[in-house]
């Protein structure tokens, strides 16, 4: 299940930024680094008219890190490559998948969950790749 948020109304908000890598192993010393200001906006290019909010739903897409009620920044006017995450429209029902393709060149939906089936379209089916997943806003605390 995907939601769809709609757009982001850009704002002039400056977030403080601390000018220096952060070890995810062992801990470095914090000695230099510089503080500047980093606008939110800019960093997911929500200033864009074709950039959308979608609130993903279910856990398909948890082997590339998207989870259940994250908010993913999707560009309409983005082209999409294989091995990217789409959301498309298949017969009118919205997914997030990786868009892949078989060996006749037709495009399939994958998972990054082994517990779900690739949507590979039938005969009839209508395919329509709604825009390209450019970022995703996953909270580290569920509320």
Known sequence: MTLILG???PSTT???MIEARVSAGFPSPAED???TYLS???LVNVRAPSV???RAGGDSLNGVGIFDGDVLVVDRAAVANQGEVVIALV???FTAKLLSYD?????MLLPANPAYAAIILQEGEQ????GVVTDNLHSLRRR
């Open 7 to 9: 757009r982001l109304r």
């Open 14 to 16: 400056l977030v403080r």
């Open 33 to 35: 680094y510089a503080e």
């Open 40 to 42: 939110l906006d800019e």
């Open 52 to 54: 959308y909010l979608v």
């Open 91 to 93: 017969d009118g029902e």
């Open 103 to 107: 060996k006749d060149g037709r495009p």
């Open 127 to 130: 395919l329509e790749i709604w």
